[in-house]
T-cell receptor, first 115, second 117 residues
């Protein structure tokens, strides 16, 4: 089955700096890669996603890049703000077979943005 | 839409008791997922359904866990008997992927925090 590795496990930055979180996946059939943000005591919420036919996607201060050959994808947050502090999860989903529709999550990155 | 609804939000029980967690997916969604989240193991997929049919239950830890989806608007996750190591936050999520053959956004419920004493 799919295996998703996420790094780093913790990330501390100063307000205004950029933050980068990286994930690798094992199943070359995976074709959907969402990123979720989870604030303390709350549910995971989708912040951005990318499909395998696209190399990069941006939404204001957030961007995701995908390298299918190397099987890795990254989340980039620019001009970080204290409210960006949360746990971020990457995930990968396959399109076919018995894994259809199933997301495999990384272990999460605790991002702390210091004012 | 009210989003994915879960009940109860908090459950405290004693070891050996039966626990039932409930989930109402977003209306019209055809996939429903049950996850468990702990500090040690992260976010684990337990089981998921498509059109009320269980597709993959390989994440269910043991026979003490069971899940049902009797109709498109309701699912339960049952633990019988419960043990302290079952203490975790249990999330239900739903998505809509009808005929698209594309995985799509999963919307999570608020979760049920289960404590087994």
């Amino acid at each position: 089955g799919e295996n998703v590795e996420q790094h780093p496990s913790t990330l501390s930055v100063q307000e205004g700096d950029s933050a980068v979180i990286k994930c690798t996946y094992s199943d070359s059939a995976s074709n959907y890669f969402p990123w979720y943000k989870q604030e303390l005591g709350k549910r995971p919420q989708l912040i951005i996603d990318i499909r395998s036919n696209v190399g990069e996607k941006k939404d204001q201060r957030i961007a995701v890049t995908l390298n299918k050959t190397a099987k890795h994808f990254s989340l980039h947050i620019t001009e970080t703000q204290p409210e960006d502090s949360a746990v971020y999860f990457c995930a990968a989903s396959s399109a076919g077979g018995t894994s259809y529709g199933k997301l495999t999550f990384g272990q999460g990155t605790i991002l702390t943005v210091h004012p | 839409d009210a989003g994915v609804i879960q009940s109860p939000r908090h459950e405290v029980t004693e070891m050996g008791q039966e626990v039932t967690l409930r989930c109402k997916p977003i209306s019209g969604h055809d996939y429903l997922f049950w996850y468990r989240q702990t500090m040690m193991r992260g976010l684990e997929l337990l089981i998921y359904f498509n059109n009320n049919v269980p597709i993959d239950d390989s994440g269910m830890p043991e026979d003490r866990f069971s899940a049902k989806m009797p109709n498109a608007s309701f699912s339960t996750l049952k633990i019988q008997p419960s043990e302290p190591r079952d203490s975790a936050v249990y999330f239900c999520a739903s998505s809509f992927q009808f005929r698209s053959r594309k995985a799509d956004t999963q919307y999570f419920g608020p979760g049920t925090r289960l404590t087994v004493l």
